[in-house]
């Protein structure tokens, strides 16, 4: 068998197993939201499904993160036009809550916030949203994970992730 003729099968079975896997991924039930109570800045716990019945977008975000601070008036703007249609921005905070707080009222946050590093991080590893920050998930009205983003989003990426939700009753 020539070089060439290895390389092509080696190729070929790298593929198939590829296809494989993904087929697998996509197999996979949806993820649910997790039971995690988090602490909102007012020492509320709350969980995901503390909003269950709206459409949320849950932005995982730090302080410290600066295409996380970019993207926090964009987020503000969006909760203020999107409330009459049933969407709630959540905000889970990579700090501790004092830092959150002061962040939130410097920015005029006007959606909820919830910061514990620990608790927000055990939520983003059951929701296998990835470690860099920020991290957006879409979550639709029945609580499945519509759309995922990594990195700063604009708001028309937000708005295109919403999109076929909004059209849903």
């Given amino acids: 068998m020539s070089r060439r003729t290895a390389s ?8 198939l197993a590829g296809g494989g896997l993904i087929a ?8 649910e939201l997790p ?3 988090i602490a909102d800045l ?16 849950v932005n995982f975000w730090a302080t410290w ?3 996380c601070r970019e993207e926090v008036p964009m987020l ?4 203020r036009d999107l409330t009459d249609h049933d969407v709630q921005i959540i905000g889970l905070a990579m700090d501790d809550a004092d830092t959150a707080a002061r962040f939130a009222q410097e920015y005029e946050i006007n959606y ?3 910061a514990d590093t620990s608790a927000v991080m055990r939520v983003q590893d059951q929701l296998r949203a990835g470690q860099g920050l920020p991290v957006t998930l879409v979550v639709d009205r029945r609580g499945r994970i519509e759309a995922r983003a990594v990195g700063e989003i604009t708001r028309e990426d937000l708005d295109r992730m919403l999109a076929p939700l909004l059209k849903q009753p």
């Fill in 35 to 37: 039971d995690v109570a």
């Fill in 112 to 114: 909820p916030v919830l």
């Fill in 8 to 15: 092509w099968l080696v190729g070929l079975a790298l593929l």
């Fill in 65 to 67: 993160c600066k295409p």
């Fill in 76 to 79: 503000i703007a969006a909760q």
């Fill in 42 to 57: 007012d020492g509320e716990p709350k969980t995901l499904e503390s909003w269950a019945g709206k459409i949320r977008v």
């Fill in 24 to 31: 697998w991924l996509l197999m996979t039930p949806p993820l």
